[in-house]
Structure formats: C-alpha cells, structure tokens
C-alpha cells in the first residue's frame, strides 16, 4: 500500500556513489532542523507548478515552465438561472467556459485572459507573489462576466445582474499554472531514477497520463516489459518527453 506523508519540504534529492538519483532528504513542517531521509528505486515528481524548482533536481533549463497565472470569477447573485448548468460550458469564440455550483454560484475562467507570461526563473513560480491590485481585480472579473453575458439566453439575466451589482457580487482567484515553454505536456524520465509528470490542465489529462505513468514505471522497475506496454505501446507520449528540452 501507499504511505501519505504530509507537511513535508523537500530539501534535495539523493543520490549514490554512481550519481543515480536515491530518493530525497526533506523537513517536517513541525521540526524544519531535522533532516530526514527516504530511499527510494525511482522519485517522480508531480508538483504542478513547483516542478522545476531546483530541489527538486530540474530546473528550468531541464524543465522550463512559463509564467501564466490563471484566474477564475466566481459570482453570485439573487436572481437564480432558471435552469440550472448541467454540465461545463465551453465557449470557444468567447474563449470562456463556466460552470454553476450547487448553491447558484457561477464560476467562470478564461475570456482571453493570461495574467503574465514571461519565461519562469530558477526559483519556483508559486514562490512569487503574482502582482494584481484590487482594481485589477475588479477589471478581469468583470471582463469575465462580460464575455460570459454572451453565452446561452438563460445565462444573461444572471450575469447583467451580477454586473449592475456592486464588487461584492463576485470574487477572484488567481493561481500560476504548470504550463511548459512549449505548452505541451512533460511525461517521462528526466534522468535514471527521476522521473517527471507535468501537465495543464491536470483536471481533464490526469487520468490518462496517469494510467500511462504507472505502466511506464512498472516496466521500468520490473526491467521487463508488461502487458499494458507491449499491447499499447507508448508512441504517445513520445512527444512530451522531457529531453526535448535538453
């Protein structure tokens, strides 16, 4: 089974005396001056956004990552839709898509919107804070709410409501995205015993990459190749392997 170990920071990874990666040295939260150590056959890394972070063994020169936040409105209001979103809504020319909580909320994301998108340093992009004032805010949810207005019928007397509102109808979130310089995904072997998993938008490719992932690794710690492998093959991550960096 699995073993969960939470409220750690990872230090660095460990190697042995032929420089293949060992497993990692990490902190608790609750003792940072005591370092522990954990073996392991092979560490893979899978931190969103921290993933090229230099304890980690990366980098950006082997993993670039670029800086593109991303945000989210979300809006409430009185005037409920009369009927209610039974799904996600894309909105390819409007760039938008939204979906409506259980209690009337609607939260909606993109409308054009990338908040930066300069290359990423050395340091880790959630380490920086993103620079966006109150009145930024405000412009990008009402941007938002704007290329949401013109979406389906029902929808539109919801949002020009949310709209004609004050500011405390809705509110924004924002967060750096794991995005590569080439916006494509990165599955695989970074070297021998490190292997990484890093792609936007995780929510909808996780389980595919995923399912790809643990076949991939099984083979590579049973040396020999399993079922999965020889009956699918893996041409398909042969494109958004991390060497095309390198």
């Known amino acids: 089974g699995a073993n969960f170990i ?18 990692v040295k990490y902190t608790t939260t ?13 560490v893979i890394i899978a931190c969103g956004a921290n993933s090229a972070s230099p304890a980690l063994g990366i980098g950006s020169e082997k993993l670039p990552l670029a800086k593109q936040p991303g945000a989210l409105t979300y809006v409430s209001s009185d005037n409920y839709l009369k009927q209610p ?26 409308g054009k919107l990338i908040v930066g998108g300069s290359d990423s340093d050395e340091d880790s992009p959630e380490d920086k804070e993103l620079d966006i004032s109150e009145e930024a805010d405000s412009a990008i949810a009402k941007e938002m709410i704007a290329a949401a207005i013109k979406s389906p019928d029902d929808l539109e007397s919801f949002m020009e409501s949310c709209s004609e509102n004050d500011d405390k109808s809705f509110r924004i979130t924002t967060a750096n995205r794991p995005i590569s310089a080439d916006g494509l995904p990165v599955v695989g072997l970074v070297e021998e015993g490190l292997y990484v998993a890093v792609t936007h938008s995780g929510i909808t490719l996780a389980p595919l990459i995923g399912e790809l992932a643990s076949f991939e690794i099984e083979e ?18 042969d494109a958004y392997r991390p060497t095309r960096f390198v």
Do not use: C, P, W
Not at 30 to 42: F, Q
Not at 87 to 110: A, C, E, K, P, Y
Not at 225 to 237: D, M, N
């Open 220 to 237: 590579s710690l049973n040396a020999k190749s399993s079922e999965e492998v020889e009956r699918y093959g893996f041409e398909i991550l």
């Open 85 to 110: 979103l039974k799904r996600i809504f894309v909105d390819t020319i409007n760039q938008t898509h939204m979906l409506r909580r259980s209690d009337g909320t609607l939260v909606i994301g993109g």
């Open 6 to 23: 939470g409220g750690v920071e990872i230090e660095s990874l460990m190697r042995n005396k032929d420089g293949k990666v060992a497993g």
């Open 30 to 42: 609750s003792d940072n001056s005591n370092i522990i150590r954990a073996t392991a056959d092979l």
